[in-house]
């Protein structure tokens, strides 16, 4: 009987043993494992994560590497699109190949903690054997499956743990992992051995790998995938390119500066094929930043001010757009959007790539959650030396993806535009003594970023200058308003210009306050424009006539080249639809009461006796590699004054802790 009955048992066994296969692993999951590694006397605690669909796994480890080294943490990012890893330890990282999947069990030796997933792909593509499963893991009834492994005249097993079905663990009631055991003795032939004290020969193997928490699905956090902020992996391959830099953006700028508890606004207007930029900011009063800006920009107190500097005749213009006051003189050579030409003599208006990308290359990191956005970024490193100071950068640039539509009004529409950055500055004083050093971080926000023309009237410059210096015409087209102008009037506003200041012979900066108006007629339209007269002496520095030209000259001008017949405005409308659109002839009206007049000396903002050249040369070719001088705008030029800020603050920071005799020249403005 009892005979009869040990047959049926052992059947059932043999029988159970052929039908179980071990369990797949889930495709994407999360697992803790407390990795005892026996035969070395230490343990290292592990948590891995795996995403086989999008290609992305990650192990964050905290324990010894080695005999000889300390507990540490440490983490690895799988990067499989490049097949790189990303080890990562002590605030440093190391780009290091990715092995094959053929695994050779030296686990450690090679500087890596080997994944659960290493494991279960070798011991899955061998003949695993099921074990009949009277097993307890830390309590938990399981089965187990074992197999013997021969490679590199090494002798292993190999047996794995999942817990069955009938105990539930807290990822479900499924099957799942719960140890994997890797004993047997390896063969000593490498330089690994040597360092470990062994000798030719073998030596014994005894892991065990506690899997103590085992998540299936998808992955919580993904930035777990994702190298850590502002840390740069030096030779990592760049897997998409920096978007390109518009000639001409408006944008919005929130900077959070932790250092003095503070946040910030600007708004900056960049127009390169107009030779114009702007920025709109308040002098604030508080912490440093407040007294950098009011000392360099605000001259006539604390109001809100805009600064333009206009490249076509080197001016920049001051204005208090509370009180009305303005200001004017040259542009200051060092203003973070000018460079010095090829004859060393002028300045130029820089393109925003030169600023953005300069010498230093942008990687690309991955995503992140910005304002609750999704955005690519791309990090760049770079470091300046100012005597006996060194400036170390790093910078995040963060760009709305391409699935993701921004709406800046009601008429416009974009993707993959600026969203922000990050920035980190780490400086120290020449002898490198610990009270001599600092570190900060500011976060740039970008708002209402829209790639294109600045608005109608914000590079206007009109209200510096005295009525005696204004002429105001109109002109009529022969259209209807809506058809031509309404919706358009960027398009209408750019053509106008170029075309008032060609007939006038004036730099386009000059045509000033274009206003659009129906008529009783709804067959035409009227436009209304303003010509100023030159700067004033002593805050022009380009050679050109088209700066210098008297009022008398531009109106004659206009008089002459507005009374030809068949005479167009040629509009660019969107689509590439070009327009060309009649006007009535001799319809220029000239409606000032005063006569034209020789210019008027304006109160120049104050600059140093010897202001610098500047040229109307304003397109440059994106050349290979640029001169120190064109560096200064730091790695993201897009934010052109407003970053000049933060070296403001740099600066001062370094007076007051590292008390040098003078503030390096090459910020001051």
Request: aromatic residues 12%; charged residues 20%; glycine residues 6%.
């Amino acid at each position: 009987m009892w005979s009869m009955l040990l047959q049926i048992a052992a059947a059932a066994v043999v029988q159970l043993a052929a039908t179980m296969t071990i369990p797949q692993l889930d495709e994407t999951f999360e697992v803790r494992i407390e990795a005892n590694l026996l035969t070395r006397n230490h343990s290292v605690d592990v948590i891995e994560y795996h995403d086989y669909k999008n290609d992305k796994g990650a192990i964050y480890y905290f324990g010894r590497m080695g005999r000889n080294h300390p507990s540490a943490m440490g983490s690895l990012i799988y990067n499989y699109a490049t097949s790189e890893i990303y080890s990562i330890r002590d605030g440093k990282c190391k780009v290091e190949g990715m092995p094959s999947m053929q695994f050779g069990f030296n686990s450690g030796h090679d500087g890596h903690i080997k994944s659960i997933k290493d494991y279960w792909y070798f011991g899955n593509s061998q003949n695993m054997t099921f074990v009949d499963g009277n097993f307890t893991v830390r309590g938990i009834p399981s089965y187990r499956w074992t197999t013997d492994l021969h490679t590199n005249h090494s002798n292993y097993t190999l047996d794995f743990y999942f817990n069955k079905p009938s105990y539930t663990l807290a990822g479900g009631n499924e099957s799942y992992p719960v140890r994997i055991h890797l004993y047997g003795q390896a063969h000593n032939h490498n330089h690994h051995h040597h360092h470990h004290g062994l000798t030719e020969g073998v030596h014994e193997v005894d892991h065990m790998y506690e899997i103590v928490f085992y998540r299936p699905g998808p992955i919580q956090d993904p930035t777990v995938f994702q190298t850590p902020k502002g840390l740069i992996c030096p030779n990592r391959t760049n897997t998409k390119q920096l978007p390109p830099i518009s000639d001409h953006f408006t944008l919005d700028v929130e900077l959070i500066r932790p250092s003095d508890n503070s946040v910030s606004y600007w708004k900056e207007m960049y127009d390169f094929s107009a030779g114009l930029f702007a920025l709109e900011i308040n002098p604030w009063r508080k912490g440093n930043y407040g007294v950098f800006v009011k000392n360099n920009l605000a001259k006539s107190g604390n109001h809100p001010i805009k600064v333009i500097h206009d490249f076509n005749s080197g001016v920049q213009y001051v204005i208090d757009t509370k009180m009305g006051n303005c200001s004017i003189g040259a542009i200051p050579e060092k203003s973070w959007e000018a460079a010095t030409a090829n004859d060393h003599v002028y300045l130029r208006m820089k393109h925003a790539s030169e600023i953005v990308l300069g010498k230093s290359s942008h990687t690309y990191e991955g995503t992140r959650i910005i304002r609750g956005i999704p955005a690519d970024v791309w990090i760049t490193a770079y470091q300046k030396m100012y005597k006996n100071l060194t400036l170390n950068f790093t910078v995040e640039n963060y760009y709305t993806q391409t699935n993701w539509t921004i709406s800046v009004n009601s008429a416009t529409e974009q993707d993959t535009i600026l969203l922000g950055m990050w920035m980190k500055i780490e400086g120290e004083k020449t002898g490198n003594t610990s009270d001599e050093q600092f570190a900060m971080e500011n976060t740039y926000n970008i708002y209402e970023f829209f790639d294109g023309h600045p608005s109608l009237d914000s590079l206007d410059v009109g209200m510096c200058y005295p009525s005696k210096q204004k002429l105001q015409f109109m002109i009529t087209l022969k259209g209807n308003y809506d058809k031509l102008v309404f919706g358009k009037e960027a398009f209408v506003h750019k053509a106008i210009k170029k075309l008032m200041s060609d007939f006038a012979q004036v730099t386009p900066s000059r045509i000033d306050l274009i206003r659009f108006a129906n008529t009783s007629d709804p067959a035409f339209t009227d436009i209304w424009f303003t010509v100023l007269g030159p700067p004033p002496n002593g805050s022009v520095v380009v050679k050109d006539e088209k700066v210098t030209r008297s009022l008398t000259e531009a109106h004659k001008n206009l008089t002459v080249n507005l009374n030809k017949k068949g005479v167009t405005l040629t509009v660019n409308y969107p689509g590439r639809k070009i327009q060309a659109i009649p006007i009535v002839h001799r319809s220029l009206i000239f409606h000032s009461t005063q006569k034209p007049v020789k210019p008027v000396a304006i109160t120049p903002f104050p600059y140093p006796n010897n202001p610098p050249k500047h040229t109307n040369t304003l397109t440059i070719k994106r050349a290979k590699s640029y001169s120190a001088g064109d560096m200064a705008g730091l790695a993201f030029g897009m934010l052109i004054l407003g970053i000049a800020l933060t070296l403001g603050l740099v600066f001062l920071f370094y007076k007051r802790i590292m008390k040098p005799k003078e503030v390096p020249y090459e910020v001051q403005m």
